[in-house]
């Protein structure tokens, strides 16, 4: 059985495939739900029933399970949204639902939530803008959508009703492009729906730098292939990895793959001018065959 050698903290496996694109798709189909809706058209008992219908299980229900999913596998932002946004379409539900039956809610009480919502939102957009300029934009017409909203609450008006129309339309179009990057890029190979990167920039964090321990491994994997187990000094070592030893040379990182179990590291031998000398173990060629050939990942 293929094991791979993990260096390093233990990689965190997530319980769930990706639940972005569910959510996002739900999320369309409820938008398709209101559109008619909100450009004035199926006001009849008939149709708010009906979108009700679908708000519940598309635009609640998909990011209900999405955000479910998303806390399961530690992507608190994720979470965060698709949860809170799954009630929101709830209270879509319950509002489209009540009005085919004649109930009016009340409208104050729905403003100051959608309020509440709008403030909620426009941080989470800010935030999101470090992942990702599509996901900003996406946001960003949640936002808008809101404001229309609560500007017409305001104004006493009906004026930003084409707006909002039109928001609901872009926010079915945007969930759909996001959804379908998400599934068919990686499907693909290649990118199909493009996505463009973070709109922010956020403060670089201290990283690792392997590539004097990748160079290692290589360097000794070639060596074992050409001549199996036989050791190769570090002073060898080093002139073979040139500029990636580095001047502090190579001594430090070998002691510590060995203690790893990746290498054979052997004291310099009591002849004068003798070096140390070190291998691949077979723990070590199965992890670089594993990290750089792929060989765990069978087509």
């Not at 909100?38 to 399970?65: D, E, H, K, W, Y």
């Not at 187990?229 to 510590?256: I, K, M, S």
Request: hydrophobic share 50%.
């Amino acid at each position: 059985m293929i094991r791979k050698i993990e260096f390093g903290p233990a990689v965190h496996r997530e319980p769930f495939a990706e639940p972005t694109p569910l959510g996002l798709i739900g999320l369309a189909l409820g938008c398709a739900a209101l559109t008619p809706i909100a450009f004035g058209f199926r006001l009849t008992p008939a149709g708010l029933s009906t979108a009700a219908v679908i708000c519940l299980l598309f635009g609640a229900g998909c990011q209900l399970l999405a955000g479910l999913m998303g806390f399961a596998n530690k992507n608190l932002y994720g979470g965060t949204l698709f949860t809170a946004f799954a009630f929101n379409w709830t209270l879509n539900w319950w509002v489209l639902s009540s009005l085919a039956r004649g109930f009016v809610p009340d409208a104050v009480v729905i403003h100051a939530v959608e309020a509440a919502s709008l403030v909620v939102f426009l941080v989470i957009t800010y935030g999101f803008g470090f992942y990702s300029t599509l996901l900003f934009a996406f946001l960003a017409d949640i936002d808008l959508l809101y404001a229309c909203k609560l500007a017409n609450a305001l104004g006493g008006t009906r004026a930003f009703d084409l707006p909002i129309a039109l928001c609901t339309v872009g926010l079915g179009a945007v969930s759909l492009w996001i959804a379908f990057a998400l599934l068919v890029n990686p499907t693909a190979g290649r990118v199909v729906f493009p996505i463009a990167g973070p709109l922010f920039s956020s403060a670089p964090r201290p990283a690792f730098d392997s590539s004097r321990r990748r160079a290692i491994f290589a360097a000794l994997y070639r060596r074992w292939q050409e001549q199996g187990f036989r050791p190769v000094g570090l002073d060898e070592l080093e002139r073979a990895l040139g500029d990636r030893a580095g001047e502090r040379g190579v001594l430090a990182d070998v002691e510590y793959l060995a203690e790893l179990g990746g290498l054979v590291l052997s004291p310099a031998s009591g002849e004068p001018g003798g070096s140390a000398t070190v291998r691949l173990s077979a723990a070590g060629i199965d992890f670089w065959e594993q990290v750089a050939l792929k060989k765990d990942q069978f087509a």
